[in-house]
């Protein structure tokens, strides 16, 4: 008889529903006033006096937090590794939950799995492409999806980076030729950098949001 049936956990007393192949559906109570750790869970039946002795265990983690975002922005065109320095349970799977604009001019709920296996400290998640640039929230879960952050993290949508040209279109293999590189979406960060082929120049002077200059390193001739 479902309604001479209780389920005590810790302290606490919730009614139960019964399906019909038997088994017992209950609302697990709000843990503020538990510590983490594990918590008795039994039957009780309002029909016999005496409380039924076995019991089984639950377990009450503290829930993820995210405590930073490295990068905190990235451009529209998505697919940013991000680590998303917090606390977690190692033991789950991990996903991370981005809330971004969509093409009909709402807001879409993303959720995509973490890149690599979550640790105590970080979720690693690649974020979803947007189609504008903007400050949108990311949430994260460790146990499957079943549980999210009760924070969130802001992360800086940014407009794509173009290049349209670059002037002088060549100069002497000693280096030292000062390059000035036209386009959109320039930001003055020291994520900015130059990269003539392989080698990464990072003396650079960002002038505007479409006009920086670099000076170009010492190679061998050729493009």
Not at 63 to 86: K, N, Y
Not at 184 to 208: H, N, P, V
Request: with cysteine.
């Amino acid at each position: 008889d479902q309604a001479s049936l209780r389920i005590r956990l810790a302290s606490t007393t919730k009614s139960v529903s019964l399906s019909d192949d038997n088994n017992l559906t209950f609302t697990l109570p709000e843990a503020s006033s538990l510590s983490a750790g594990k918590v008795e869970v039994r039957i009780l039946d309002a029909r016999v006096s005496a409380n039924h002795s076995d019991y089984r265990t639950f377990e009450y983690v503290e829930g993820p937090r995210i405590l930073s975002l490295q990068p905190s922005s990235g451009t529209v065109e998505g697919h940013t590794r991000v680590t998303v320095v917090g606390m977690y349970d190692p033991r789950g799977q991990a996903y991370c939950r981005f809330d971004v604009p969509s093409p009909m001019g709402q807001n879409a709920i993303v959720t995509l799995p973490a890149m690599d296996p979550v640790t105590s400290s970080a979720i690693v998640c690649t974020t979803p492409p947007a189609v504008s640039p903007g400050t949108f929230y990311l949430q994260v879960s460790d146990d499957e999806g079943s549980v999210y952050s009760s924070n969130r993290a802001a992360f800086l949508y940014l407009a794509k980076i173009e290049l349209y040209s670059v002037r002088p279109t060549r100069g002497y293999t000693s280096g030292s030729s000062i390059v000035t590189s036209v386009g959109s979406g320039f930001l003055d960060s020291s994520d900015l950098q130059c990269r003539f082929g392989s080698a990464r120049q990072s003396k650079l002077e960002w002038m505007s949001s479409s006009l920086f200059t670099c000076v170009a390193p010492a190679t061998k001739p050729g493009n």
